[in-house]
């Protein structure tokens, strides 16, 4: 049972466009949603976290918008960079408490010049 | 220095061996993971363990087993090595009931 479902599986975006990844969840006791970015040949780090205490979290060029009543949260990326090409997570917790993350599928972004 | 250091960083060996990757974290967390990616980038849960309660994916089999030396440690045993182990591995840790992991960069496991 996939317990956040994440799309699209892959992305191509224009330099100086917008990225959007879009995650589901379906267990309500989550209450920590983060994005994780993983470049090829390297683990994945945590890119930005947000709580469901709060619908928007913005980092620089980065924003999770969150809607709790669709059991959604989403990535955005303003102003995509060619750096930004990488694979994108999202995650949430298995269970309320000290339990581990599941991670969606993955969406691999790719920003062309 | 690195946070979270995996060795060796590739591995290929025959089927059947017995092999053992390692783990150190030197970021004072209090507990550690184990992540399989396999080669369609999916991350599954294989271990989650503190000094208090090691949690197991049941779909794990249990050829895997870590062992824990220290807090600082978790190193991941695997017995009777299948064509099916092949994957990247990835150790991570974060604070007690935290969810910042920080990853390692991954071990690339072949099985021959």
């Known amino acids: 049972q996939q317990q956040v479902k994440q799309s699209p599986q892959s992305l191509i975006v224009q330099k100086g466009g917008i990225s959007i990844i879009n995650c589901a969840y379906e267990?309500?006791?989550?209450?920590?949603f983060p994005w994780y970015q993983q470049f090829p040949g390297k683990g994945p780090a945590l890119l930005i976290a947000?709580?469901?205490?709060?619908s928007e979290k913005k980092e620089g060029r980065f924003t999770i918008s969150f809607n709790k009543s669709a059991k959604q949260f989403s990535l955005h990326i303003m102003d995509s960079q060619p750096g930004d090409s990488a694979t994108y997570f999202c995650a949430a917790p298995i269970n309320s408490g000290n339990t581990p993350l599941v991670f969606g599928k993955g969406t691999r972004l790719s920003v062309i010049a | 220095d690195t946070a979270v250091s995996q060795t060796p960083k590739y591995l290929v060996t025959q089927m059947g061996n017995d092999k053992s990757i390692k783990c150190e974290q030197n970021l004072g967390h209090d507990t550690m993971y184990w992540y399989k990616q396999d080669s369609k980038k999916f991350l599954k849960i294989m271990f989650s363990y503190n000094n208090k309660e090691l949690i197991i994916n049941e779909t794990v089999p249990n050829r895997f087993s870590p062992k824990s030396p220290d807090k600082a440690h978790l190193n991941l045993h695997i017995n009777s090595l299948e064509l099916g182990d092949s994957a990247v591995y990835f150790c991570?840790?974060?604070?007690?009931?935290?969810?910042?992991?920080?990853f390692g960069s991954g071990t690339r496991l072949t099985v021959v």
């Open positions: 947000i709580r469901p205490d709060v």
């Open positions: 267990n309500t006791a989550f209450d920590y």
């Open positions: 991570a840790s974060s604070r007690a009931g935290g969810h910042g992991y920080t």
